[in-house]
């Protein structure tokens, strides 16, 4: 056990006895930073007390920094050669990656980890991917929604869990965790870690948020802002649980037929619930679908709600060319066959 009464090593300890099941291994993500090499510290001295039969780290150098990336790289193979748990080090192609990114090389970036963690998962037959983000990054990636614009499902910020695939799940067990319980424990263990410098830069909107307007709110507003809207992230979660099976029962229901392409739904039965009801299951069938939902902003699921209550027009194309047909007691919605 360790020596050290340590208020985030508790408190990962709790996350982490609730959120896996016993014997399960697990593979950390680990960038470098002081959050992720918290993390893999933290986790490698309670794997006795959670049992943890086998844990593997995960790093992805994306290519972008050059040889700052590629020290960050080098400094999570000695700590895990230190820490005696095996590693995976990949590299991206800096050239592919910004030819992907069609306008966000940072969602570009955040696409290709995820994927790489997931398919190292798959590999090595974890289930469950571990990741570092704590109490500010879910109140950073709320306000960032908020700014954007969002509804319900954007104030949840990031899920505490959520399923990959079939056989993988992620988890964020330190979301709940302040980020200075986490800075004292790496403090005290004097752990060391990559200091990236595009976190500093402006240039990002969510850099901008950690660094400006979360420390104006807690100045000026409410000295605990951060814990105020990490509360409202978790009853938003709460929420959406609910809505989601609402959502799903209207949807058995009323789906006459689905395929990847087209979807065919009874009118009558959407109808009978509220519009609010009928908006969300709505956003619920595009997840089924695997249809893109990043450009179906809060005006267009109106418009797409409003076809069923209000009549006229009979018609409507959305984004990610998917077009909407009434046709008398049918909504149909299909999706362009060349789209991939």
């Known amino acids: 056990m360790p020596s050290h009464d340590s208020g985030f090593e508790h408190q ?3 996350n982490l006895r609730r959120l896996l099941a016993p014997g399960q291994p697990v593979l950390l993500a680990v960038s470098g930073g002081r959050d992720s090499m918290g993390l893999l510290h933290a986790t490698t001295r309670l794997r006795s007390v959670l049992e943890l039969p086998f844990i593997l780290v995960a790093h992805l150098d994306h290519g972008l920094r ?6 960050d790289a080098e400094l999570v193979r000695s700590t895990c050669r230190t820490l005696n748990v095996p590693v995976v080090v990949s590299e991206c192609d800096a050239g592919q990656l910004e030819r992907a990114a069609r306008g966000s090389l940072e ?3 955040r696409t290709a980890r995820y994927d790489f963690l997931h398919r190292t998962a798959k590999q090595h037959s974890i289930p469950l991917i571990v990741t570092a983000h704590h109490a500010a990054d879910q109140a950073e990636t709320v306000l960032h929604n908020i700014i954007r614009g969002t509804g319900i499902r954007g104030l949840r910020g990031v899920p505490e869990r959520r399923r990959l695939s079939d056989t993988v799940e992620l988890i964020r067990p330190m979301l709940t965790i302040q980020e200075c319980a986490l800075t004292e424990y790496v403090q005290h263990y004097q752990i060391a870690f990559a200091i990236d410098a595009t976190n500093d830069s402006h240039a990002f909107t969510r850099n901008r948020i950690r660094h400006q307007l979360l420390p104006l709110l807690a100045k000026d507003f409410n000295v605990s802002i951060q814990d105020s809207i990490v509360r409202l992230a978790g009853q938003a979660e709460e929420l959406l ?18 395929t990847p392409g087209l979807c065919r739904l009874d009118v009558l039965r959407l109808t009978q619930q509220p519009p609010a009801i009928v908006r969300h299951a709505m956003t619920v069938l595009w997840q089924q679908q695997n249809w893109p939902r990043r450009d179906m902003s809060g ?10 209550f209000n009549a006229p027009p009979a018609a409507l194309d959305l984004p990610g060319l998917i077009r909407a047909e009434l046709r008398g007691n049918l909504l149909a919605l299909t999706r362009n066959a060349d789209t991939p």
């Open 12 to 14: 990962l300890e709790q």
């Open 299 to 308: 005006p267009q699921w109106h418009r797409l709600t409003a076809l069923l």
């Open 107 to 109: 969602e570009a970036a």
């Open 241 to 258: 649980q609910i809505l989601d099976g609402v959502a799903e029962e209207l949807l058995k229901d009323a789906v006459l037929e689905q």
């Open 66 to 71: 050059g040889e700052a990336g590629r020290d």
